[in-house]
């Protein structure tokens, strides 16, 4: 929940307005996103690494507002598609703040991000030094950094886990083609190579492997200079900082993480007597997901022989495809009716064509839950709506932000008549 949320009666207030009554006024599903509670961890960012640029992770969600939101907090933004480049741009957000990644860009994608003047294009293939070393030219010269992989497995799920050989981000250090790739980049007179990246995983709980990508990946700053005289200014860490999803999950230390990690930077740059670089971060769930909630109506409760309880909400994997995806746990509480009935234990599924749709498998829920109730779905603000789907044409939610007790759409629900707009084939 965002830290001010509160019980009130049967509510639950969030940015100081009822979940219920925005049920009410928006029907459901419905997503709810905390203004004040994005902008404060932007702040506690930049207040645990005020040194260190911090920018916001695009992929967790992005929206005009959202985009608005971060730029004023002063946090930089990472984008993974030209779509996300140009909103971003769009919305006003400075393109020197910008950095573009991808393991594919298209090269339209790498063209227009040139052309925009994002500030860093970070480097994942070979084939891509080749389409940069075209587009970037003397009046339009291009940083980059390289993309490569520390060799450390984190985060909560392997579809995540991005810091591993056998993956397809990044060049590998152990084989040599990390060292060819910031060859090969140094040769071209147009592209300017300011520093390395790595991005580890997702929903890691502790600063262990960050403090060892530090590790691995300085000595090969010292090693580019040894071998180039080419001194490094940027060491990115990417994101991956994991929020806590239910009751008693660990929160993400940002301000341990800042003091560590500032201190392994400085320990190994000593070491190797390099000057201190710029330290990037990437940090995205822990920038958005818990300033967010999903709202549900329950549309019915079905009782097997077994005893399992199925209560059925009006969203599913459509909103939330991440219980299906990587068996992600959350919990769900009802809201708007008060009950006095025990906790039982319920299975919450969803509205879609197939058993797998499940929202939460297993959440305490008043016994008398029934169709009409609502439920609402903490730790909702990352990788939902930003991965939501068309699927069984049940159309997107809408993106409601709350502040100082005002409600404002920032996404209207996707209806019928965009996906006809789509079908042009009759
Ligand atoms: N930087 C890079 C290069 C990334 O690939 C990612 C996430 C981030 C930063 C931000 O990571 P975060 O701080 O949000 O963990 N759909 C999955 C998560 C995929 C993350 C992909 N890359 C999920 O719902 O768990």
Same mark, same amino acid.
């Given at each position: 929940w965002p830290a001010a949320a509160r019980r009130q009666g049967e509510d639950i207030l969030v940015g100081g307005v009822g979940l219920a009554q925005l049920a009410a006024r928006f029907a459901t599903p419905l997503y709810v996103l905390d203004e004040a509670e994005v902008r404060e961890r932007c702040r506690a960012y930049r207040r645990a690494l005020p040194q260190a640029e911090v920018a916001y992770a695009a992929k967790a969600f992005l929206c005009g507002a959202v985009a608005e939101w971060v730029e004023q907090e002063g946090l930089g933004l990472d984008v993974c598609s030209g779509g996300e480049l140009e909103l971003a741009v769009t919305c006003g957000?400075?393109?020197?703040r910008i950095i573009l990644h991808g393991n594919a860009k298209s090269p339209e994608e790498l063209a227009s991000a040139v052309r925009l003047g994002v500030g860093r294009i970070v480097v994942d293939s070979f084939p891509e030094i080749a389409r940069l070393a075209v587009l970037a030219t003397a009046d339009r010269p291009q940083e980059v950094l390289v993309r490569v992989v520390p060799g450390i497995s984190a985060g909560h799920h392997a579809s995540v886990?991005?810091?591993?050989?056998?993956?397809?981000?990044g060049f590998s250090l152990d084989s040599g083609d990390a060292a060819d790739a910031v060859a090969r980049i140094l040769r071209q007179?147009?592209?300017?190579?300011?520093g390395l990246h790595c991005h580890l995983g997702s929903?890691?709980?502790?600063?262990a492997p960050y403090l060892a990508a530090v590790d691995r990946l300085v000595p090969v700053m010292a090693a580019v200079r040894d071998r180039h005289g080419v001194v490094l200014e940027e060491l990115d860490l990417g994101g991956g900082h994991a929020v806590p999803y239910r009751a008693g999950e660990p929160a993400f230390n940002v301000e341990e993480f800042g003091t560590l990690v500032t201190a392994a930077v400085a320990r190994q740059c000593a070491r190797h007597r390099l000057p201190v670089p710029r330290l990037t971060i990437e940090p995205g769930r822990a920038v958005i997901g818990p300033a967010g909630v999903a709202l549900y109506r329950v549309l019915t409760v079905k009782h097997t022989p077994s005893g399992l309880t199925f209560v059925a909400v009006d969203g599913g994997m459509s909103d939330n495809p991440r219980p299906a995806l990587y068996g992600s746990r959350y919990t769900a509480a009802l809201v708007g009716r008060e009950s006095e009935a025990p906790l039982a234990e319920a299975r919450v599924v969803g509205?879609?064509?197939?058993?797998? $749709? /499940?929202?939460?498998?297993s959440v305490g829920l008043p016994? $008398? /839950?029934?169709?009409?109730d609502l439920l609402a779905v903490p730790a909702?603000?990352?990788?939902h709506l930003s991965m939501a789907s068309g699927y069984n044409m049940v159309g997107r939610p809408p993106l409601i932000a709350v502040r100082d007790g005002a409600a404002r759409m920032l996404m209207r629900r996707e209806t019928l008549d965009d996906f006809r707009r789509r079908d042009i084939g009759r």
């Open positions: 957000f400075p393109p020197e886990r991005t810091g591993v050989e056998e993956q397809k981000f007179p147009h592209l300017r190579l300011v929903q890691i709980p502790d600063i509205r879609h064509c197939e058993a797998g $749709d /499940v929202l939460v498998p016994a $008398d /839950v029934r169709p009409g909702a603000g990352a990788y």
